[in-house]
């Protein structure tokens, strides 16, 4: 009986053992991708909360950063794996001194007629507006808020500048943080901004400021935020990277469907208000957002393309190097979505 009983013991143990073994290899049959991000609505936490990359076996977790600053070395390092970052003169230094991370897709080229809107807007203030009226909106001697020079939101106010006939000498261009300029604005410490939704909303919405003009009336096409894949990500896991950005492409064919759609908005801002809350949720159904070009393609040589901009980085000296930037994107991720037939997955629920 004693014999029997041991036998018994030790058959259930295997049986325990075997299960906890065939539990522990299912659970890490799921890779784990973490995406770096700062705190705004971004297309990847509604791919991650309608399950399109889950679809994919895969698992992405959001690390979210304080600073744009952080973004691009912690995918270099590897502290997260894929990341939207912004162009500009910091990221192309950083490419010239070898960091090792690749650009992998579009994240927001400015689309005239863009499904999201577009969240990129030269913002005036009221007092300003009424001292240029019938003056064809001349910015002569204006102040002029922007994030920080050689970023990308400062080449778009030099481009308007410039198609405006004047001289980058005829304004003065006031360097400050993005909600900074809100209150500047507001106390004409400064005439106009150029700003990112939500604060183009909020300008407008207590009556600090309207639209002088959109980025893609502008610059139209310019490449202003990308993907960045890490080393893992590009080189060593390519076909983790792969079904991430298949993924990611069924994120954005979702999203480009539904903004258009009262229903498909309000989906779209229960989603952002639960990852990034804010006191009125109503804001994310009424602010632009970004999304993609529908094949992710990367503007390099095109109009307003990331070899344009270096170069008119080169002529301010605010390169320290070449960051041979064709060697630095990578489309073979993206190669197969212009035909639109190369993923499997219902974007369209």
Known sequence: MQKESLCFTVHRSLIISALLIFSQNALSSTDIIKYGTLR??????????????????????????????EIAPAVATGQ????????????????????????????????????????????????FLEMIKGSNKSLEGAKIGITAPGQILDMIVREYIDSSGLDINDVDLVSMP???????LENNAIDTAIMLDPFTTFAIKRGIGEVLIRGSDVVPGIQQAFLLYSNNLANENHELGQKFMNGYYKTNSWLRKSLVTEEGRKEIADIYQKYIPSRNKAIYEEIALSVAVEDLSI???????????????????????????????DSSFISGFNNHSNVSGDVNE
Do not use: C, H
Request: charged share 25%.
């Open 40 to 69: 705004i609505p971004t297309a990847v936490l509604v791919g991650i909360e309608k399950g399109f990359f889950s679809s994919e076996g895969i698992e992405v977790e959001p690390v979210f950063f304080k600073s744009g600053a």
């Open 80 to 127: 997260v794996d894929v990341a939207a970052t912004t162009s500009g003169a910091p990221l192309f230094n950083a490419l010239s001194r070898g960091i090792e991370v690749k650009i992998v897709a579009d994240a927001l080229r400015l689309e005239k007629g863009s499904p999201g809107g577009d969240p990129t807007s030269i913002v005036a203030s009221k007092a």
């Open 178 to 184: 993005m909600p900074d300029m809100l209150v500047a």
């Open 299 to 329: 503007n390099v040589d095109g109009q307003y393309g990331l070899l344009w901009q270096i170069d008119k980085l080169k002529e301010r000296g605010l390169l320290r190097g070449d960051p041979e930037i064709k060697n630095q994107v």
